[in-house]
């Protein structure tokens, strides 16, 4: 089963910006607007932040977006918070194997 | 508001089965897919499978075919995951979570499941 790569880790000070990748292949990621993030605190389950490549839900501040190039989704966080610091998953659907996660990203608010 | 209620902690020996609950509550279950995920320490999660909302049909991760059993109890707005064969790779946490393939809402607060001799 084939995984998506993200980088183990990012880091940024308060108020600044960051961008977390997400590569797959055409038969998930590139295949399908079926692209979500979640924000796992330690002992907490994940929060869905984005859905549907780019969808906010309700409630997820608006400094969180999502898009998508190819095989490529990204996450993008703005104006850096401490309580961003977090670790960060992408999924996308797969017609073989259903969800698929990455390997999370650690993100540190320096 | 939406809550998805899982059972304990569970500690179980090798070869010996496990069958986790999600009660759901603030919507009705069968409106929603619902979809189980565990997460092992420092280990990506990984997705288990799902039962579809109205239909109640099933689909398996192929890696957990053979070994997990999603049923549900309609009367009960509660979903069951049942895991056989443990072995110590099956530690994990475990999680019930609600939505479609695009989006999973939300998550119940996980059951930690221990295999040990």
């Known amino acids: 089963q084939s995984a998506l790569t993200q980088p183990a880790s990012v880091s940024g000070s308060p108020g600044q910006s960051i961008t977390i990748s997400c590569t797959g292949s055409?038969?998930?990621?590139?295949?399908?607007?079926?692209v979500s993030w979640y924000q796992k605190h330690p002992g907490k389950a994940p929060q869905l932040m984005i859905y549907?490549?780019?969808n906010r839900p309700s409630g997820v501040s608006s400094r969180f977006s999502g898009s998508k190039s190819g095989n490529t989704a990204s996450l993008a966080i703005s104006g850096l918070q401490t309580e961003d610091e977090a670790d960060y998953y992408c999924?996308?659907?797969?017609?073989?194997?259903?969800?698929?996660f990455g390997g999370g990203t650690k993100l540190t608010v320096l | 508001q939406v809550q998805l209620v899982q059972s304990g902690p569970e500690v179980m020996t090798p070869g010996a089965s496990v069958k986790v609950s999600c009660k759901a509550s603030?919507?009705?279950?069968?409106?929603?897919?619902l979809h189980w995920v565990r997460q092992a320490p420092g280990q990506r999660p990984e997705w288990m499978g799902r039962?579809?909302?109205?239909?109640?049909?099933?689909k398996y991760s192929q890696k957990f075919k053979g070994r997990v059993t999603i049923t549900r109890d309609t009367s009960a707005s509660t979903d069951f995951m049942e895991l056989s064969s443990l072995t110590s790779e099956d530690s994990a946490v475990y999680y019930c979570?609600?939505?479609?393939?695009?989006?999973?809402?939300?998550w119940g607060q996980g059951t930690p499941v221990t295999v040990s001799s």
């Open positions: 979570a609600r939505g479609g393939w695009e989006q999973l809402d939300h």
């Open positions: 603030g919507y009705i279950l069968t409106t929603y897919a």
């Open positions: 039962i579809n909302a109205g239909t109640g049909d099933i």
């Open positions: 055409s038969s998930d990621v590139g295949g399908y607007n079926y």
């Open positions: 549907g490549v780019t």
């Open positions: 999924a996308s659907y797969t017609s073989s194997s259903g969800l698929l």
